[in-house]
């Protein structure tokens, strides 16, 4: 994991669990964490979502002095989970086997992690997400995929520490403008880029 500034904290966890390790965390987990669990189609996603969410209650737990089932989130408009007195400031991001978590006791944090893939038609998609500075700098890059890929996990992650998603239009969310936050792009292990947006006041 990078070095990174003090208002915020970065925790890197792998989400593949046996059978039998998934049962063992899920008991962490509320009864409508359990339900939500349920319904997914696949084991493989089922038990990512068990692992992730357990070790967010573990995490949040450690920070908090208390037990992992005994940490109580309240969820937003967009089903963004949040602790109810916010004493403590949390994102988290997945992408495959990978679940990123950010925290902060200063401000409102937001963190995404993508892995580096071929994309196809990145021009295309760039064009409609990028503001016009950002494809300047986009349109010099020589690899195109990292420079997409830089700039949306920067947009991504500002967008949930706004609390927002992207229900703003991206090529209108500029991280590198946005007023009274800092945002951090960085590799957090080989094949994956992420970003990390803090709120500084």
Wanted: net charge positive; hydrophobic share 45%.
């Amino acid at each position: 994991m990078p070095r990174v500034p003090d208002e915020f904290e970065l925790v890197l966890v792998r989400l593949e669990a046996s059978a039998e390790e998934a049962r063992a965390l899920q008991s962490l987990l509320s009864p409508s964490e359990r339900r939500r669990a349920e319904r997914f189609f696949f084991e493989r996603h089922r038990r990512r979502y068990i692992v992730a969410r357990a070790h967010l209650r573990k995490l949040l737990g450690a920070r908090l002095g208390v037990a992992p089932d005994a940490v109580a989130l309240v969820y937003g408009k967009n089903g963004k989970p949040r602790l109810a007195d916010e004493r403590l400031r949390f994102s988290v991001s997945h992408c495959g086997d990978v679940a990123l978590f950010a925290f902060s006791r200063k401000g409102d944090v937001g963190v995404d992690i993508e892995a580096m893939r071929p994309i196809r038609s990145v021009d295309s998609i760039a064009a409609h997400i990028l503001s016009r500075r950002e494809l300047r700098a986009y349109a010099a890059a020589r690899d195109k995929v990292l420079a997409f890929l830089r700039f949306w996990t920067r947009k991504e992650a500002l967008a949930k520490g706004l609390g927002d998603g992207l229900s703003v239009a991206p090529e209108k969310l500029e991280p590198s403008r946005a007023p009274g936050w800092r945002v951090h792009s960085f590799f957090p292990l080989p094949g994956f880029i992420a970003a990390v947006a803090c709120h500084t006041g």
